[in-house]
């Protein structure tokens, strides 16, 4: 500071420093510093880089999206399928979102449970390392838990023949017409469960931060009452993290509608079936991540028009997730 | 008297003592149950299947201590006990595949890793080395030198897009924003850029690049895939971590220690520099350090921004380019030789896979040493 | 039914650090007992000891006996859940369920042993519960409404309603005036003349006026320096403590001289 010349230069003949730093809203002596000016241009610039990034997220792959557009208002056959861009679309957000319900509902009831463990059942002095365990599955690149799950889908089969054999009359584990299922395991159930595994990390630790928020008092208060550990995690640990948890699992959604190399790598892809045992369903992202090396021209512009539609649902899900988070809060002040 | 109740229920005896189950019994339970649901399993089935006998086993022991602890203790520890172990079960279960993931990765890579693994490129490889090697004339080729060099490079220019631009943000959220308009719609739009998925971030990348190149030159299409677009497409994803973390740690900066320095007349943007930075630098690196281990991993955005090249680039602006990630999803889904010999781009993949598995780890230790050694002392 | 509480030769350790030294008192039935001494004095320790809730915090533990009626509370087989439900327990600031009615939560405790309770007894015993805290002529027109809506000596009343709906023989209470005003103060203290009809209670406070005013027997807790454990330093009828105390640091204290 002693260096600096801003410093003199803005320093009116020895006036009192704190007050003229206190008293900014006094229109004369608002002293800009060129160094503030330059400092604080340079903070909002990365801001608004920002935001014309998001802008340009959507902008660019809309302008990407016109040959698209162009084919599907003059020629629909064109487009994949021959049947116009809505029907390429809406099997693959059906499996995108079918695959994405099938590790929510997996995912979260672990997550609460492992979120319950470490906060209020472990010794707790073993809690942060066994915290530590659960980040160190959201260290492991997906690339990784892709290979992981396609060498282990071929041992599964034993069991979804188990589940063909005995609920095959639910048609989401039905075999096919020829009362067989998937030989290698790559289907999308297999797919799912991996997703599920994925996306476990982020809703445990979502929880778990709002789980070591439940008021002290609120649990000694259950305590006192002679109520067991569990008893007092339903009156006092459970209901004050309700929204929370609901927002964790928006979260968890979002991150697993726009997981690409689980389902990329695992699935054998095909048209929608309602069977999770054999192979078919394709999802969003992993369309995009197994046509894009060779696509190109109209293909390329299908893929990328996809990929903004799953932009968009991704974007719905995470602003979702943001206003429970936000109507809660407002209420609990 | 007032309370004199006139339900019977609560009026009993009470007390103090209950009867408890000895310490050991939930374990012999788990272990029992586990016995019979193999039992069951290998006598229904015929055959052996973890996934069933671990169903059987789980729903047996769950009956076994509700029936037991529910006989002995009573119905409220009974339900108390079932929880427990549904609880504690879920974390072990969430544990079996991190093992069985991390043991794969260990045995199957360290079986098939050596150096000059790490040296080599797949410059020049064929299908016949590949089947060479798997009826054992040959001893493994190629390599992914030209991956990690991709991975190092692509990371890097990321980095020098991204901490700037998510520091600097995240000091006007702090310092200058306050409650402005502004400040509120740049951390909404952060916490939107969470959530963009992997791949639209890769598809935005090239869509603004091809874009771009479509207005310099029309008629090089393709030529968008380039390591730098992968870095671009990279930022996206790790902007927001860094905002995010540096927000954080900057929060915590006392509000005293700013007026303290305003106090001697430190003008504002000093005052960022000299106190607020300084005090918080192990914190901001430590978060670095995290979206860096977070973004080297990513595969979907740049197999779409940098294609999958089979040798070494240097280039960041001209030509293909491959990482870990994306060397690991080609030699697994498109190995060099389809048929039996695939289980040598399988073993390659393999190695990249521990390759890129020590690293992440690594960075992960880093940030946590980062964030304990570099702590200014004084803080706390 | 109401229980007397005796403690013998009762350590309290956080981990390796030694809380309270070698306490032991006897506490009559349908009395109040109130702990005074300067802060970290370990009074709110030996308080919490009373219904085992210290082994809430990591690392606690104790040695010793504290007998109700005779009854070991640490000794083999005895649920900390039991004893809880024997001692009830009033917090320092007043905690009802943030997502239960004023109703809901009077019976929080009861429920527990008693789901299948019949409407018309939950209601009767919800009025004499509330009654019992001097509550239900202020709020008996909103029982189903949030109780974090009542005010903070309402709400600490509602905490009171709740501990002894459980119908405890014991009730402790860990400064319960501290976060109130003195009105509200006033009509805590007026209950807990009324309740000492029925229970053993125990209260710890900060204010030696109220412990004047409340208390049958007083029990002054004191420490030798931070780091060091407390000690009861001298247990006798309030009247005796606050005018011819047996020891000179007990007079010092009482005084203003020190603390």
């Known amino acids: ?333 | 008297m007032m309370l004199t109740t006139s339900d019977n229920a609560t009026t009993k005896t009470r007390t103090l003592t209950s009867k408890q189950l000895p310490k050991a019994t939930p374990w012999i339970i788990a272990v029992a149950s586990i016995i019979v649901g193999i039992g069951i399993t290998v006598v229904a089935t015929g055959g052996f299947s973890v996934a069933i006998a671990a169903i059987i086993a789980g729903v047996i022991n769950l009956a076994a201590v509700l029936i037991i602890s529910g006989a002995y203790e009573g119905r409220r520890k009974a339900v108390d006990r079932v929880a427990t172990t549904i609880v504690t079960s879920t974390f072990v279960l969430a544990c079996v595949p991190l093992v069985s993931l991390l043991w794969l990765t260990v045995s199957k890579g360290g079986a098939a890793i050596n150096f000059d693994l790490l040296t080599r490129t797949m410059l020049g490889m064929k299908g016949v080395l590949d089947q060479q090697y798997v009826a054992g004339e040959a001893s493994l080729a190629g390599g992914f030198y030209h991956a990690i060099v991709g991975t190092v490079l692509i990371t890097f220019a990321a980095c020098v897009i991204s901490i700037p631009i998510g520091v600097l943000t995240a000091i006007y959220l702090v310092e200058y924003a306050g409650k402005n308009r502004l400040g509120k719609a740049i951390t909404f739009l952060v916490d939107v850029m969470t959530g963009i998925p992997s791949i639209v971030a890769g598809l935005f990348a090239f869509a603004l690049f091809s874009t771009i190149l479509g207005f310099v030159m029309p008629d090089a299409t393709g030529s968008a895939k380039t390591g730098f677009t992968a870095s671009v497409a990279l930022s996206v994803l790790m902007i927001p971590i860094v905002v995010r973390n540096t927000e954080e740690i900057l929060r915590l900066v006392p509000m005293d220690l700013r007026e303290a320095s305003y106090a001697l007349g430190v003008p504002k943007w000093k005052t960022i520099v000299k106190v607020v930075l300084p005090t918080s630098v192990s914190g901001i690196l430590s978060g670095v350090t995290i979206a860096i281990a977070r973004v080297i991993g990513e595969t979907a955005p740049i197999m779409v921004t940098a294609g999958f090249a089979k040798t070494l680039n240097w280039n960041l602006f001209s030509g293909w380019m491959s990482t870990l990630p994306t060397y690991i999803y080609d030699s697994q889904l498109r190995p060099v030789s389809p048929g039996d010999a695939a289980l040598a781009s399988s073993e390659r993949a393999w190695a990249a896979a521990l390759v890129l598995v020590i690293l992440v780890m690594l960075l992960n230790l880093l940030a946590r040493f980062i964030a304990k050694v570099l702590a200014p002392k004084a803080g706390r | 039914m109401s229980k007397q509480i005796d403690i013998k030769d009762l350590d309290i350790y956080y981990g390796d650090f030694q809380a309270v030294d070698d306490v032991s008192m006897h506490i009559k039935p349908r009395s109040v007992t109130a702990f005074i001494g300067p802060s970290g004095c370990g009074k709110s320790t030996v308080l919490r000891t009373l219904n085992r809730m210290h082994e809430v915090i990591p690392g606690a533990s104790v040695k010793g006996e504290v007998l109700m009626d005779g009854n070991n509370i640490y000794g083999a087989g005895v649920d900390p859940v039991n004893v809880r439900r024997e001692v009830g327990m009033v917090f320092q600031r007043a905690n009802p369920f943030p997502t239960m009615s004023i109703k809901e939560n009077v019976l929080a405790g009861v429920r527990l042993n008693n789901k299948r309770m019949s409407k018309t007894d939950a209601d009767d015993l919800t009025e004499r519960a509330l009654k019992g805290a001097n509550l239900w002529n202020e709020v008996k027109d909103r029982l189903n409404l949030p109780g974090s809506g009542l005010s903070g000596g309402q709400q600490q009343r509602l905490c009171i309603a709740r501990a002894i709906a459980v119908e405890p023989e014991v009730l402790l209470m860990d400064e319960p005036c501290s976060a109130l005003d003195p009105i509200s103060t006033l009509a805590i203290e007026d209950l807990i003349n009324d309740l000492k009809d029925k229970y053993t209670v125990v209260i710890v406070t900060h204010n030696m006026q109220q412990a004047a005013r409340v208390s049958d027997k007083t029990a002054f807790f004191n420490i030798a320096g931070t780091g060091k454990p407390g000690k009861l330093i001298e247990f006798n009828e309030t009247s005796t403590i606050f005018s011819n105390p047996d020891k000179e640091e007990t007079e010092n204290y009482i005084s203003g001289r020190f603390g």
């Open chain 1, 1 to 333: 500071m002693p260096t600096s010349t801003q410093t003199t230069e803005a320093d009116p003949a020895g006036a009192p420093q704190p007050s003229a730093q206190a008293a900014p809203a006094k229109a004369p002596k608002a002293v800009v510093r060129p160094g503030d000016r330059i400092f604080s241009g340079a903070t909002l610039a990365a801001g608004i880089l920002i935001l014309l990034t998001l802008a340009g997220v959507a902008l660019f792959l809309l302008a990407q999206s016109s040959e698209t557009i162009e084919a599907q208002l003059t020629d629909p056959s064109a487009i994949t399928g021959g049947n116009g861009f809505f029907a390429y679309v809406w099997p693959l957000v059906i499996g995108t979102l079918v695959s994405s319900a099938i590790a929510l509902v997996v995912a979260t009831p672990f997550a609460l449970g492992i979120a319950l463990f470490t906060t209020h059942m472990a010794p707790r002095r073993l809690a942060p390392a066994l915290g530590y365990v659960i980040d160190l599955l959201a260290a492991i690149p997906s690339v990784v838990y892709g290979l992981w799950g396609l060498t282990l889908a071929g041992n599964l089969t034993g069991f979804y023949q188990w589940l063909a054999t005995w609920f095959g009359w639910i048609p989401i584990f039905a075999p096919d017409a020829d009362g067989a299922i998937s030989s290698t395991g790559r289907t999308l159930l297999t797919a799912s469960l991996v997703l599920s595994i994925m996306i476990l990390p982020i809703i445990t630790s979502l929880t778990r931060e709002i789980f070591l928020q439940t008021p002290r008092l609120q649990e000694e208060a259950a305590l006192a009452l002679g109520a067991t550990r569990w008893e007092m995690i339903r009156m006092a640990v459970l209901p004050f993290g309700k929204s929370g948890i609901a927002s964790a699992t928006m979260l968890g959604l979002g991150r697993a509608l726009g997981e690409t190399m689980a389902v990329a790598m695992i699935l054998s892809p095909g048209l929608l079936t309602a069977s999770l045992l054999v192979s078919g369903n394709q999802t969003i992202a992993s369309e995009i991540a197994q046509n894009f090396p060779e696509a190109a021209g109209l293909r390329l512009s299908e893929l990328i028009s996809i990929g903004l539609v799953l932009f968009v649902i991704t974007l719905l899900v995470n602003m979702a997730a943001r206003a429970i988070v936000a109507k809660t809060s407002v209420k609990g002040s």
